[in-house]
RNA sequence: GGCGUGAUAGCCAAGAGGUUAGGCAGCGGUCUGCAAAAUCGCUUAGAUCGGUUCGAUUCCGAUUCACGCCU
């Protein structure tokens, strides 16, 4: 195959959990003939759907990439995997004439491509000399981007205490659904305790409950506080990425600016808009309840 | 009405007449190989009024409130 030359255009829809990313990013498939690669670091998983928030319903006739890849009881998907697999994606769709959408919150996943990290090979940390797959790899394996890409990154926000609010809300949603008993099939198809507490949030804390270390309304509660926490990580990430030069359209509520007319400008090569707000330099309320 | 006990930060909760309680929650940071992970930092309160004292959140008194008991 023809080496691509180019830098190839990408869009990116990304933001703490609960935002509302994947409805958005479908919109966009819609309207822009685009693909979605998800930029999940538990998605990835098979039977990982109601905690993960895989969403597949509302992709509709959209095409994604890089969920379902993975088993949960024999893998540990990494940034490396992703690095290549991401590429691969974004190469294939781009081939086929339609428009790469990364749509995920896994920020680390998600910095590494677009600053083009290149993942050395030889010696491994000790930690990771357990998984054979990355020893057969070694030297060779290291990961070079194999091309540039042109992004546009949008972020969905809200402002923290909406985004709670909406945690609150999805998390007795997916009660509601089954994920309990997604959680206990997943062990009774032989995910140990040990990697389910591993995957974390909802993963971690179901497991607890399920091996009765705690009442059902403690884990909900313990539950809703680390998924907030990890909204807040979330966006501290992001505000690292601003300080490393990753412009981030933030999108008020996911509409303003038009995340439509910004996209279609970045394709036909229009001037983009400023930045009109940075999260780095944007300090949440010193409190909620 | 009388007696007793208590009142500490958003919440829980200690000790001490002068030097940081602690935990949770919250906020911020680090992070190029498990990232929904790991890890670090920050956040100075003592119900009210008066007294004792060089110095009171700590001792004394009154008041208010809460809880318990008694009549």
């Avoid at 966009?28 to 693909?35: D, T, V, W």
């Avoid at 959680?183 to 198809?189: D, F, G």
């Avoid at 804390?205 to 705690?214: A, D, G, M, T, V």
């Avoid at 539950?223 to 933030?250: G, P, S, V």
């Amino acid at each position: 195959m023809e080496p691509l030359t180019k830098k190839i255009k990408i869009a990116v829809i990304t933001g703490p959990t609960a935002t509302g990313k994947t409805a958005l990013a479908v919109e966009l498939a819609k309207e822009f003939s685009g693909e979605i690669i998800s930029v999940d670091s538990r998605q990835v998983y098979r039977g990982m759907d109601i905690g993960s928030g895989k969403d597949l319903a509302e992709y509709g006739d959209i095409p994604y990439h890089l969920i379902d890849i993975a088993d949960p009881a024999a893998d540990t998907y990494n940034l490396f995997e992703f690095c290549s697999d991401a590429f691969a994606a974004i190469e294939d769709i781009s081939r086929r004439g339609k428009l790469p959408i990364l749509c995920g919150g896994t920020a680390l996943y998600l910095n590494a491509i677009l600053q083009g990290y290149n993942l050395p090979g030889g010696k491994l940390p000790e930690r990771r000399t357990g998984e054979a797959r990355i020893r057969q790899e070694g030297t060779e394996a290291a990961f070079v981007p194999p091309f540039e890409l042109d992004a546009l990154v949008m972020g969905v926000y809200f402002p923290r205490k909406t985004v709670r609010a909406r945690i609150e809300a999805r998390l007795d949603a997916r009660f509601a659904s089954g994920m309990i008993e997604e959680v206990k099939a997943l062990h009774e198809k032989g995910v140990s305790y040990e990697k389910l507490e591993f995957f974390g949030l909802e993963y971690r804390e179901i497991s607890r409950y399920l091996q009765n270390l705690c009442s059902f309304e403690e884990m909900r509660l313990t539950l809703l506080n680390r998924i907030r926490q990890f909204a807040k990580r979330q966006d501290i990430f992001f505000r690292k990425m601003e300080r490393e030069n990753i412009n981030i359209y933030w999108l008020n509520e996911g509409k303003e600016p038009d995340p439509r007319k910004l996209l279609r400008d970045f394709l036909s090569g229009s001037a983009l808009p400023e930045i009109g707000f940075k999260l780095s330099e944007h300090h949440n309320a010193p409190s909620y309840k």
